[in-house]
């Protein structure tokens, strides 16, 4: 069902940026503190209605909640600690190989919820197989940039339901497809995103955020 403005209950603009400007990449996070089941539901959520170019949705999430997977997972991300301290540890990937069988999945999908004929979509799938049919090389890159955009949405969500997150693509990508075995299921990791509630005693937490001036960042031409 279409979603209307009168139904979209805006945040205020402040207390967004108040978000925004609490939310910090953790270093520390309290082991002890679990995320509320509608909270997490919520940002699961977020990275599902997250944008991606064409809408194909060429990016899949795996949340790793088995301790002894994490803890196996960290030495391969240089030990560290938010590997296996966050609540939630979520491994942004990407699909392998993609291609026109994928493109075909989502036409389905397209005409499925919008009640409309397969024969219908054909300029529209004609556009996007002309993306999937470029060199691999620029298909890779094209689809890792749409897992990126999902990784923006996550963090500005949880900011906003006041859920500590730190990005990290500080990992062997090769390494933790091997132990989660994400080749076979025809997935390769991109970047991570750590989840839960921050440390009394994380050392960034508490250090002013630095951003050079919005006049310098922001220009309209």
């Not at 270093?27 to 699961?44: C, R, T, V, Y």
């Not at 999430?61 to 590997?83: C, E, G, N, T």
């Not at 990508?173 to 839960?196: H, Q, T, Y």
Request: charged share 25%; aromatic share 8%; net charge neutral.
């Amino acid at each position: 069902m279409p979603i209307t403005a009168a139904a979209n209950a805006a945040a205020a603009p402040e207390s967004l940026l108040a978000s925004l400007r609490w939310r910090a990449a953790i270093k520390k996070f309290d082991a002890q503190k679990k995320i509320p089941a509608p909270a997490w539901n919520a940002l699961e959520e977020s990275l599902v209605l997250a944008p991606s170019s064409y809408g194909l949705q060429a990016e899949k999430f795996f949340i790793v909640d088995d301790p002894a997977l994490r803890a196996k997972l960290r030495p391969a991300a240089w030990d560290q600690a938010q590997i296996t301290d966050a609540d939630k540890l979520v491994v942004l990937c990407v699909k392998k190989d993609f291609g026109e069988a994928d493109v075909d999945r989502f036409v389905e999908r397209v005409s499925e919820v919008r009640k409309l004929p397969v024969a219908a979509l054909e300029p529209y799938k004609k556009m996007m197989l002309a993306s999937a049919q470029l060199p691999p090389e620029r298909v890779a890159a094209w689809l890792t940039r749409q897992v990126y955009i999902a990784l923006g949405v996550f963090l500005t969500t949880a900011a906003a339901l006041g859920v500590d997150a730190c990005p990290m693509e500080g990992f062997d990508k090769d390494k933790f497809d091997e132990i989660l075995g994400l080749p076979a299921k025809g997935w390769n990791s991109v970047v991570l995103a750590a989840a839960g509630y921050r440390a009394a005693d994380d050392a960034y937490a508490s250090q002013a955020k630095v951003r050079f001036p919005r006049e310098q960042v922001v220009a309209h031409l």
